[in-house]
């Protein structure tokens, strides 16, 4: 197998120098050279345990003949920045990881890479790393959590820092409690949030080992997985495919298949379209509508439905939902281990794989059809929808399958703020009305960074007397395991110039899932025709969007140059 960076080498004798002063030898410079980055670090769960799939990637490499090295390139967590400032850096990060990954890449004519990770951004920032430099790379996810008590999930957290805030509502052994068990293990957060849903489609598009989406982080299997990964990337590098040929525009709508069958994270509208980018292709946003208009919704999983992404897997996760879908599927495209996606389904059900862990589900109780329904059994199709009117003339995202269908169809009175904060903060102090319509603006890209809103959102859920009965509308994102009736990525955002600007306090919103909907149909309380509010907006715009406060560093440069949320939220 010839190694790609011969010539790199015959041109500076300390290039092999600095190599062999690391602790490689005068032979393992001749071998096949594979880039193993991950995004391990003490960042959170999903980070910490990388170094452990990192060491057995590198056994699978030294076992066909090539020589690894491990790069890192830590991650945030959207956890850990909740409700501060931090949050306004966590989708930035994607960009920032996609280049340093870009960087450690391009420094060495690498033969190969193999990229870790197991959470929101940094899967994303993998993928699009993986597509614009082009070289064979297999990702390798980092698995799901263990469940809460009770079947529970970290966000517990919704229910404990509402009653926090609230006199008397909750005690300090409570908070303790579960802060000793919110997150029992190492791994991405047990609901099928933005990181379980990343994970998920890095496999659907291809790009990771058949099955090893969502493996439970603390099983043997997904050391299995990263050996495996290791081994196959020589496969990969001797075949000479790469990423451009297994992202292709049909393993993309493959994926949106997956992700509109799973109930997949709104924030997948933002990272599939980014990635489609670097491969030089728009993903367009209404693309996700078309496909969720025919798709079976059949993941029984939280937030849209009852069961963890542990049982999830004990189901037959990906490939199970990809058997039952296989008549909607591009079943020619081709994958990570050199064969298309309908031959991996055939050697997976060789090898008994889709029954192997149905005693797992045993051990809960569960049976596959409460996990992962039937086609025929489906409650609805799809799982989001892309809403467009004169709020949202280019679009927005909701997730309805997490949505009650009382609020499918909701008309009522827009309760404006131009920070989430301060909502959240009239949600806590009970400022907000059942009917209302809280809008959140300035929170686009070029606004603050798009920040998710979940602790708004949570505030809202777990508050008896408005879950249910409130709507969000945001030109921010969400969490993927928001619940409720969150309308998010308006776009044009505020800070573009976006309607969504000129809304004001008392004006009368109307939105319908099913018919794709989202207006401003009254002005001040009285009810108006959408042309006639349409206009209003447009008067009102001549008075111009806030200012933005003063920005430095990274902040400035992604705020300032960030695209559309329906383009991918990535940088021009």
Same mark, same amino acid.
């Given at each position: 197998?010839?190694?790609?960076?011969?010539?790199?080498?015959?041109?500076?004798?300390?290039?092999?120098?600095?190599?062999?002063?690391?602790?490689?030898?005068?032979?393992?410079?001749?071998?096949?050279?594979?880039?193993?980055?991950?995004?391990?670090?003490?960042?959170?769960?999903?980070?910490?345990?990388?170094?452990?799939?990192?060491?057995?990637?590198?056994?699978?490499?030294?076992?066909?003949?090539?020589?690894?090295?491990?790069?890192?390139?830590?991650?945030?967590?959207?956890?850990?920045?909740?409700?501060?400032?931090?949050?306004?850096?966590?989708?930035?990060?994607?960009?920032?990881?996609?280049?340093?990954?870009?960087?450690?890449?391009?420094?060495?004519?690498?033969?190969?890479?193999?990229?870790?990770?197991?959470?929101?951004?940094?899967?994303?920032?993998?993928?699009?790393?993986?597509?614009?430099?082009?070289?064979?790379?297999?990702?390798?996810?980092?698995?799901?959590?263990?469940?809460?008590?009770?079947?529970?999930?970290?966000?517990?957290?919704?229910?404990?820092?509402?009653?926090?805030?609230?006199?008397?509502?909750?005690?300090?052994?409570?908070?303790?409690?579960?802060?000793?068990?919110?997150?029992?293990?190492?791994?991405?957060?047990?609901?099928?949030?933005?990181?379980?849903?990343?994970?998920?489609?890095?496999?659907?598009?291809?790009?990771?080992?058949?099955?090893?989406?969502?493996?439970?982080?603390?099983?043997?299997?997904?050391?299995?997985?990263?050996?495996?990964?290791?081994?196959?990337?020589?496969?990969?590098?001797?075949?000479?495919?790469?990423?451009?040929?297994?992202?292709?525009?049909?393993?993309?709508?493959?994926?949106?298949?997956?992700?509109?069958?799973?109930?997949?994270?709104?924030?997948?509208?933002?990272?599939?379209?980014?990635?489609?980018?670097?491969?030089?292709?728009?993903?367009?946003?209404?693309?996700?509508?078309?496909?969720?208009?025919?798709?079976?919704?059949?993941?029984?999983?939280?937030?849209?439905?009852?069961?963890?992404?542990?049982?999830?897997?004990?189901?037959?996760?990906?490939?199970?939902?990809?058997?039952?879908?296989?008549?909607?599927?591009?079943?020619?495209?081709?994958?990570?281990?050199?064969?298309?996606?309908?031959?991996?389904?055939?050697?997976?059900?060789?090898?008994?794989?889709?029954?192997?862990?149905?005693?797992?589900?045993?051990?809960?109780?569960?049976?596959?059809?409460?996990?992962?329904?039937?086609?025929?059994?489906?409650?609805?199709?799809?799982?989001?929808?892309?809403?467009?009117?004169?709020?949202?003339?280019?679009?927005?995202?909701?997730?309805?399958?997490?949505?009650?269908?009382?609020?499918?169809?909701?008309?009522?009175?827009?309760?404006?703020?131009?920070?989430?904060?301060?909502?959240?903060?009239?949600?806590?102090?009970?400022?907000?009305?059942?009917?209302?319509?809280?809008?959140?603006?300035?929170?686009?890209?070029?606004?603050?960074?798009?920040?998710?809103?979940?602790?708004?959102?949570? /505030? %809202?859920?777990?508050? *008896?007397?408005?879950? =249910?009965?409130?709507? !969000?509308? @945001? &030109?921010?994102?969400? #969490?993927?395991?928001?619940?409720?009736?969150?309308?998010?990525?308006?776009?044009?955002?505020?800070?573009?110039?976006?309607?969504?600007?000129?809304?004001?306090?008392?004006?009368?919103?109307?939105?319908?899932?099913?018919?794709?909907?989202?207006?401003?149909?009254?002005?001040?309380?009285?009810?108006?025709?959408?042309?006639?509010?349409?206009?209003?907006?447009?008067?009102?715009?001549?008075? /111009? %969007?806030?200012?933005? *406060?003063?920005?430095? =560093?990274?902040?400035? !440069?992604? @705020? &300032?140059?960030?695209? #559309?949320?329906?383009?991918?939220?990535?940088?021009?």
């Amino acid at each position: 197998m010839n190694q790609k960076s011969i010539k790199e080498r015959a041109l500076w004798a300390q290039f092999d120098a600095l190599e062999m002063g690391s602790g490689w030898d005068d032979t393992d410079i001749t071998k096949p050279q594979i880039m193993i980055e991950d995004v391990f670090g003490d960042s959170h769960p999903g980070s910490v345990h990388l170094n452990q799939l990192a060491e057995q990637a590198k056994f699978g490499v030294f076992e066909q003949g090539g020589f690894p090295a491990q790069y890192h390139a830590t991650d945030v967590c959207d956890g850990c920045a909740q409700g501060h400032d931090g949050m306004n850096m966590v989708l930035a990060s994607r960009e920032a990881i996609a280049n340093m990954v870009e960087v450690h890449a391009s420094a060495v004519p690498w033969d190969g890479m193999i990229l870790s990770s197991s959470c929101d951004k940094s899967i994303p920032a993998h993928l699009k790393a993986a597509a614009r430099m082009d070289i064979p790379t297999i990702f390798m996810p980092g698995g799901s959590m263990r469940p809460g008590p009770h079947m529970t999930t970290s966000l517990v957290a919704g229910d404990i820092s509402l009653r926090q805030k609230r006199k008397d509502a909750i005690t300090p052994q409570e908070v303790r409690d579960y802060k000793l068990t919110g997150c029992p293990s190492v791994g991405a957060c047990t609901f099928l949030g933005t990181a379980s849903t990343m994970q998920c489609m890095a496999e659907a598009i291809g790009l990771a080992l058949p099955g090893s989406a969502l493996v439970p982080a603390t099983m043997r299997d997904i050391l299995q997985y990263a050996r495996q990964a290791g081994r196959q990337i020589l496969n990969l590098v001797k075949l000479g495919i790469t990423p451009s040929q297994i992202m292709t525009p049909a393993a993309f709508r493959n994926a949106i298949i997956v992700h509109s069958a799973i109930g997949g994270s709104t924030n997948a509208t933002i990272h599939l379209p980014s990635i489609a980018r670097e491969l030089g292709y728009e993903l367009p946003i209404e693309l996700f509508d078309e496909i969720n208009h025919q798709v079976p919704h059949l993941g029984n999983i939280n937030p849209s439905g009852a069961q963890l992404t542990e049982s999830f897997w004990f189901a037959g996760g990906v490939p199970m939902v990809q058997l039952m879908l296989k008549d909607m599927l591009d079943l020619n495209v081709m994958t990570v281990t050199g064969k298309t996606l309908g031959e991996n389904l055939e050697d997976l059900e060789r090898d008994n794989w889709f029954n192997r862990n149905l005693g797992y589900l045993e051990n809960y109780g569960l049976t596959r059809d409460q996990v992962i329904f039937p086609v025929d059994k489906a409650p609805e199709k799809g799982s989001v929808a892309i809403l467009k009117g004169n709020i949202a003339p280019e679009g927005s995202v909701v997730k309805y399958s997490a949505c009650v269908e009382e609020q499918w169809k909701v008309t009522g009175n827009a309760r404006v703020f131009n920070h989430e904060e301060d909502a959240y903060a009239a949600v806590v102090s009970g400022q907000i009305n059942p009917g209302d319509i809280i809008v959140i603006r300035y929170e686009g890209p070029r606004g603050c960074g798009m920040p998710e809103m979940l602790m708004t959102t949570e /505030g %809202i859920v777990c508050d *008896e007397r408005l879950n =249910g009965k409130v709507a !969000l509308i @945001t &030109d921010g994102r969400f #969490s993927g395991a928001t619940r409720g009736a969150a309308i998010g990525h308006v776009s044009p955002e505020a800070a573009a110039g976006g309607p969504i600007a000129f809304i004001e306090e008392g004006d009368i919103i109307s939105y319908d899932i099913m018919e794709r909907t989202m207006n401003l149909t009254g002005i001040h309380g009285v009810p108006c025709t959408i042309e006639e509010a349409a206009k209003v907006l447009e008067e009102r715009s001549k008075a /111009g %969007i806030l200012p933005r *406060e003063k920005r430095k =560093g990274f902040y400035k !440069l992604y @705020t &300032d140059h960030a695209v #559309s949320a329906m383009k991918g939220a990535g940088l021009e």
